[in-house]
């Protein structure tokens, strides 16, 4: 392996990183949580709290991922200080559907996923929102924020400006809930309008004021009946909160707009609710790769820069193991033709050349490219001695030797043939194969019999989705079709190299 470039002075750059996180961390109190890590669908949780106690506000961006002021205001609220009250940031609540910059994620539009689920098959979607269902009871208010086409005027103005239009609105279920067997009123309308005016006192054009949009989606002559199945309805109905949508137009282009507008909103509903806070600044410069952490083979990881190439010999394993830019969340590798859109902490055994894009949300932020290197000799090696592969072995000889898996939190290792316990409604991820030919670990495809993963295409590669075995599994896969064991089936080009076996117990 040789490397084309420059290599970054990486001892110095970390130590300047770690610094910052340091002094960050002594400013404000953030309990930060990440779900379905290293996945297309990772989940980042921040729970800010204030130095006097208060009210919480869950504030939720990229529900859908073709409204970017929405995610990029949202993550301006993750690391910021308050002085009294509590915030719960999801600056990127379906990553997926960001990454691909669509409404929809892997099966369809995730704000419309929070009514009440049947005992039919769940996916990966849904466990996103069964944890955001949870943040949800924990708070007193939500605050969704989106973007909306045209402007909504409950008049007739034009094709752009009519009350089907959702820009420039902050929309709510009802005018008056009444929470049931308390009697207790929540006066969302009042609030939304109390919201509305003070915001646009502070908003010199007139084009960009907010209007107030009442869905009544309660009523059986709604005509947003869809809006039953979502975040907000959940948040009124189940959890007894106030829940608004802010929706900014698609019409207003400039986006540092749009993210003042979202954040001016979101800064009225703190204060009408006691929460004190310093503003989160004005982050929008250009995303730039500073470099990437890669690890080749057992070695220790590097750094590479921008724009750097890395020759490699076949049967090379690379890992990335980081990405540090000029930001810090929302950042992705992606490995071409290889793996999913998020590929940090993945494995790939090289073959051929290709290159590592890096991305911050959907925006390409930097690269480096991967090549073939007929010509390696040891003095050339750059950062390390070459390993080489076992040449006794062929691919005839392949058999799974251990499967690695995690059991509600806890990781367990599985020896080929082997027989695991899991209870009946247990949270199952399979991790990774280990093979007797350690060039292939990663070329192995591994299927759950009874589970299907939420993606578009299914290549019954199961590895990394974290399964509900409560609910993703079908009965009828099961051995003997009793529900009780599922086996898991590892092949290599089609051909079975290895076998496990799963068992629910009660």
């Known amino acids: 392996m040789k490397v084309f470039g420059t290599l970054c002075e990486i001892a110095v750059r970390i130590g300047v990183f770690f610094l910052c996180m340091a002094a960050s961390a002594a400013q404000a109190q953030i309990d930060h949580q990440v779900f379905f890590a290293a996945t297309d669908h990772e989940l980042n949780v921040y729970r800010i709290t204030g130095a006097e106690p208060g009210n919480t506000m869950m504030i939720i961006g990229g529900i859908q991922g073709d409204e970017p002021s929405g995610y990029i205001t949202a993550d301006l609220y993750a690391d910021i200080n308050l002085r009294k009250g509590n915030l719960i940031v999801i600056p990127r609540a379906n990553f997926y559907s960001i990454l691909s910059k669509s409404r929809n994620g892997a099966n369809g539009d995730m704000n419309r996923k929070f009514a009440e689920q049947g005992a039919g098959q769940r996916g990966l979607e849904d466990e996103i929102v069964a944890v955001l ?17 045209g402007f909504y005027n409950p008049q007739w103005v034009s094709d752009d400006e009519n009350s089907k239009r959702y820009g420039q609105s902050i929309i709510y ?39 107030t949009n009442n869905h009544d989606t309660l009523s059986q002559s709604s005509k947003h009946t ?22 900014i137009s698609k019409m207003i282009f400039d986006l540092e707009t749009k993210i003042r507008l979202h954040k001016l909103v979101v800064n009225v509903m703190m204060e009408e609710f006691g929460i004190e806070l310093d503003a989160p600044g004005r982050v929008l410069s250009e995303p730039k790769l500073d470099y990437l952490l890669v690890q080749v083979n057992q070695n220790h990881p590097f750094a590479l820069c921008d724009g750097t190439t890395l ?31 998020n590929d940090i902490d993945r494995t790939l055994s090289f073959s051929q050349p290709t290159r590592i894009v890096v991305r911050k949300d959907s925006a390409v932020c930097g690269w480096i490219d991967l090549a073939h290197d007929q010509t390696v ?13 076992e040449k006794s072995l062929s691919v005839a000889d392949l058999k799974a030797e251990s499967l690695s898996v995690t059991v509600n939190g806890a990781p367990q290792l599985v020896a080929n043939s082997g027989t695991f316990l899991v209870p009946t409604g247990g949270k199952l991820v399979l991790e990774k194969v280990k093979t007797n030919i350690d060039m292939l670990n990663g070329e192995v495809v591994v299927n759950l019999k009874g589970f299907v993963p939420p993606r578009s295409v299914n290549d019954g590669n199961d590895l990394n989705f974290p399964i509900s075995l409560r609910h993703d599994l079908w009965q009828k896969y099961s051995e003997n079709g009793k529900g009780r064991r599922y086996p898991i089936i590892v092949t290599y080009l089609d051909k079975p190299v290895g076998k496990f076996m799963l068992e629910l117990v009660d």
């Open 133 to 149: 269902k949870k943040l949800i009871n924990e708070s007193d208010v939500l605050v969704n924020l989106h973007e909306g086409s």
């Open 226 to 247: 869809e809006q039953r199945k979502s975040a907000s309805y959940f948040a009124l109905t189940k959890a007894n909160i106030p829940a608004f949508g802010i929706e």
């Open 173 to 211: 279920d009802t005018e008056i809930y009444i929470v049931p067997e308390t009697e207790r009123e929540i006066k969302l309308g009042l609030l939304a309008r109390t919201v509305a005016q003070e915001a646009n006192k502070r908003i010199a054009n007139p084009r960009h004021h907010f209007r």
């Open 311 to 341: 020759a490699l010999r076949s049967g090379d394993k690379v890992t990335v193991r980081d990405v540090i830019a000029n930001y810090e969340r929302g950042l992705v590798a992606d490995i071409a033709g290889f793996g999913k859109a």
């Open 377 to 389: 000799r040891d003095e050339n090696m750059a950062v390390r001695d070459f390993v080489s592969v």
